[in-house]
């Protein structure tokens, strides 16, 4: 199963973007799909994620009220959607899934099997 992110670019602080996932060459069925970023001199950090089993989504602090992981299964596909953005969610943004995670690994990028190739956010002040 190969990723493939979309919807980053250039945006004005306070503006919204949209990012989709979709898998090529199968679906994302049970998996448990998660979004990550990476800002440049930093570790990949968790976004968002659900394991969508019971439909609990789960988001790092830091974009707590202001991001939503959506799903939307008639289109395989899963979707970050970013509001109220600030200069410090400039990030490349790495969609990734993973069959059989365990809640508590749903953090942890090295749980995760299958990559996006990344999208670039960049948030101007």
């Known amino acids: 199963v190969q990723l493939q992110a979309s919807g980053g670019g250039l945006v004005q602080a306070g503006d919204s973007v949209r990012l989709s996932c979709a898998p090529s060459?199968?679906?994302?069925?049970?998996?448990?799909t998660a979004w990550f970023r990476q800002a440049p001199g930093k570790e990949r950090e968790f976004v968002a994620g659900s394991r969508w089993s019971d439909g609990r989504t789960y988001y790092a602090d830091s974009v707590k009220g202001r991001f939503t992981i959506s799903r939307d299964n008639t289109k395989n596909t899963v979707y970050l959607q970013m509001n109220s953005l600030r200069p410090e969610d400039t990030a490349v943004y790495y969609c990734a899934a993973t069959p059989g995670l365990i809640l508590s690994s749903l953090r942890v990028p090295s749980a995760y099997r299958y990559w996006g190739q990344g999208t670039q956010v960049t948030v101007s002040s």
């Open positions: 060459g199968g679906t994302f069925g049970r998996y448990a």
